[in-house]
């Protein structure tokens, strides 16, 4: 008898408490609305695309789509924080009047309002104003003694003694270059050592002296 009222016990037990919990469960479901709606332009009534959607005081939210449309699940007791890039920031809470699990609305953002630094916009210089400026303009004494000396005559004078062939022979060689390749093109070229005309040509140069180093 004993065994039976210590059963009894821990049965009312288990489902005092199961009511509890169910009613608490209850309770915070009914908390829970599904918030959907639109976000759209205070001014012109046009759909906001990609807007966050933040509960407040948490890093829980959403965003809505290209379309301006939003849903997910929030508290009746939250506070919505809606933000985008070139409007005002806005707060909604969900109405005291709002019944049942589910909730629509239509958000509306005003534009945001930027103040930007004075621009003051003036007229091209005339071609006398030009004169004046870059005929009184002081250029820096090391760049222009720099350019004196690369142009001076006999710096270029030691370059061009310097060189092995001048521009004549240059050319020379490089129209013959291009002579030759469009000569043998689409075959191969003859190698110049090989070539007994090539040889006889070097020979008779340099018995006639013709190759010696002016």
């Not at 919990?21 to 959907?36: I, P």
């Amino acid at each position: 008898m004993k065994h039976f009222k210590h059963s009894l016990f821990l049965v009312s037990f288990f489902l005092f408490f199961q009511g509890l919990e169910s009613k608490a469960q209850s309770r915070n479901d009914s908390d829970l609305v599904q918030f959907t709606g639109f976000v759209v332009n205070y001014d012109s009534t046009k759909t906001i695309p990609f807007v966050t959607i933040r509960i407040k005081g948490t890093s829980r939210g959403s965003y809505s789509d290209m379309q301006g449309y939003f849903s997910f699940v929030a508290k009746r007791s939250d506070v919505l924080v809606f933000t985008c890039v070139g409007f005002v920031p806005r707060s909604f809470k969900l109405p005291e009047s709002a019944k049942g699990s589910k909730f629509k609305s239509v958000v509306a953002m005003t534009v945001d309002t930027f103040l930007l630094e004075d621009v003051v916009i003036t007229g091209h210089p005339t071609a006398e104003q030009m004169d004046y400026m870059f005929s009184r303009t002081n250029l820096p004494e090391d760049d222009y003694t720099l350019a004196m000396q690369n142009l001076r005559r006999k710096p270029l004078a030691d370059v061009a003694n310097s060189l092995s062939y001048d521009a004549y022979d240059n050319a020379r060689w490089k129209f013959n270059d291009y002579a030759n390749k469009a000569y043998y093109n689409g075959q191969p070229q003859p190698i110049p050592v090989l070539d007994v005309m090539a040889w006889g040509k070097f020979i008779k140069a340099l018995q006639n002296g013709d190759l010696k180093r002016q």
